[in-house]
């Protein structure tokens, strides 16, 4: 069975500073996608950025970026300039590449991000 | 675009009672689920359903039914609610026929069983 692993409960960055978020999975599989979701206080899951595991090139969306070591099984996420508006819960999540399976996301247990004025 | 769409936002339950959940989408998508949200724990999987008029059992099934009524909306039910279903339930939707599609999320109902 697949799992997620993101042994950071909880990480703190002062505004304008770098953070780096910790995540590693297990699977058989080889294709599969990987993801960042975002959740504020609002509760809305919002995605934050994806990575295809065939692509070796990693993501990058504005100041996010991943850290994909496919033969390590991590995928860590860089925030760069943080902002206040940074802060909120960070999920890791997982879901294999077949059809009717996109959505069917296996998540980590989330990493709560505050940001420092 | 509403996008996802979930009702009700709040609601409190007796031990026993039945509630169905609703989910709408209108973003013409194929897929839709049904997660739950646990204090410390990330969303896990209830139902899902690949494509109307299908619909699979996810990681968390035990304790709930679902319904695809159409393409647009993909309902939850609980016959007899127990404290241990007492969490915060999220509906999602993708596209999923070809390429990659990215899941939409509603914004959650929280369901509290005393």
């Known amino acids: 069975a697949q799992t997620v692993t993101q042994s950071q409960p909880e990480m703190s960055v002062q505004e304008a500073e770098t953070v780096t978020l910790s995540c590693t999975y297990d699977t058989s599989e080889s294709d599969y996608y990987l993801f960042w979701y975002k959740q504020p206080p609002s509760r809305q899951m919002i995605l934050v950025i994806r990575?295809?595991?065939?692509?070796?090139q990693n993501a990058t969306e504005n100041r996010f970026s991943v850290n994909f070591q496919k033969a390590a099984k991590s995928f860590s996420l860089k925030i760069s300039d943080s902002q206040l508006g940074d802060a909120a819960m960070y999920f890791c999540?997982?879901?294999?590449?077949?059809?009717?399976?996109?959505?069917?996301?296996?998540f980590g247990k989330g990493t709560k991000l505050s940001v420092k004025p | 675009n509403a996008g996802v769409t979930q009702t009700p936002k709040f609601q409190v339950l007796k031990t026993g009672q039945s509630m169905t959940l609703q989910c709408a989408q209108d973003?013409?998508?194929?897929?839709m689920y049904w997660y739950r949200q646990d204090p410390g724990m990330g969303l896990r999987l209830i139902y899902y359903?690949?494509?109307?008029?299908?619909?699979d059992k996810g990681e968390v099934p035990n304790g709930y039914n679902v319904s695809r009524l159409n393409k647009r909306e993909f309902s939850l039910r609980l016959e007899s609610a127990a404290p241990s279903q007492t969490s915060v339930y999220f509906c999602a939707s993708s596209e999923e026929i070809l390429l990659f599609s990215e899941a939409f999320f509603g914004q959650g109902t929280r369901l509290t069983v005393v």
């Open positions: 999540a997982y879901s294999l590449n077949y059809g009717g399976s996109q959505g069917n996301l296996i």
């Open positions: 973003m013409n998508h194929n897929s």
């Open positions: 990575q295809e595991a065939y692509k070796q």
């Open positions: 359903s690949a494509s109307e008029g299908t619909t």
